[in-house]
């Protein structure tokens, strides 16, 4: 059977890690903490959509997937962190930053003790005797609560680089930030469908089509954001 879910988490682990290293090589980057914290962001992405992809599909284990599911928590919540302290440095606004990075990592870090707390091991399913997956173990709310908190702190970035590319006047910036701020547009919907909707089983076109669009708008994501932060503004 093909692994389903874990060629998709490929497809964006390839994405997010050329997107990383793409960024991070740039000679804008240097000098630019806005834009370290952002190829930082990418990187660890890639570390857990590796951990989804390529790790699940050798290992029959039901105990060891969801330990890795668990471990891969640590990179997904830093990796959002990273992007939300990315927004933030251009933000300039230091207690704010304080303020919004405390209450991420004590979230971040109760949804990873949830999810050790109601600990039990990962599901394998079938679609169709064509498709396989991994279930993530543990109480449905974890996961649910999980993608609530990514959502709620992917819109800050959002909004941030939305509402400066409505104010400032030099039009190259202007067009950065709003590449930017369509970039996570398509990150929040993709989160979405990975996290919100993907576990609700529907039937097997529906868990096809869900993880087709995550992907799709995962790139798009990815794509529209590095191209805006590496545009020729000032960030």
Same mark, same amino acid.
């Given at each position: ?8 988490? !490929?497809? @964006? ?45 050798p290992i029959s284990n039901p105990l060891t997937i969801q330990q890795i599911n668990i471990v891969s928590k640590f990179f997904i919540f830093t990796s959002i962190g990273f992007l939300v302290a990315a927004s933030l440095e ?8 304080? *303020? ?27 679609? %169709? ?7 993530? !173990?543990?109480e449905q709310w974890t996961i649910l609560f999980e993608g609530i908190l990514i959502f709620i702190f992917l819109l800050i970035p959002l909004l941030i680089f939305f509402w400066k590319g409505s104010i400032v006047t030099n ?8 590449? *930017?701020?369509? !970039? ?12 919100? @909707?993907?576990?609700? %089983? ?7 089509? /869900? ?14 954001? /590095? ?9």
């Amino acid at each position: 059977m093909f692994p389903l879910f874990a060629t998709v988490n !490929g497809i @964006i682990f390839i994405i997010a890690l050329l997107a990383g290293i793409k960024v991070w090589k740039s000679p804008s980057t240097l000098g630019s903490p806005a834009r370290e914290y952002f190829s930082f962001a990418y990187l660890l992405a890639a570390i857990y959509f590796f951990l989804h992809s390529f790790t699940e599909i050798p290992i029959s284990n039901p105990l060891t997937i969801q330990q890795i599911n668990i471990v891969s928590k640590f990179f997904i919540f830093t990796s959002i962190g990273f992007l939300v302290a990315a927004s933030l440095e251009i933000h300039k606004n230091e207690k704010r930053k304080s *303020i919004i990075i405390s209450s991420f990592i004590a979230l971040s870090s109760g949804s990873i003790l949830a999810s050790i707390l109601t600990f039990t091991p990962a599901k394998i399913k079938t679609l %169709e005797n064509t498709f396989f997956y991994w279930e993530p !173990g543990g109480e449905q709310w974890t996961i649910l609560f999980e993608g609530i908190l990514i959502f709620i702190f992917l819109l800050i970035p959002l909004l941030i680089f939305f509402w400066k590319g409505s104010i400032v006047t030099n039009k190259d910036m202007k067009k950065q930030l709003k590449l *930017i701020s369509k !970039g996570f547009s398509f990150l929040i919907v993709s989160i979405l469908f990975n996290f919100v @909707i993907l576990p609700i %089983e529907v039937s097997p076109v529906f868990s096809l089509l /869900v993880a087709s669009g995550s992907v799709i708008f995962a790139a798009i994501g990815i794509i529209l954001t /590095v191209k805006g932060f590496l545009y020729k503004g000032n960030l």
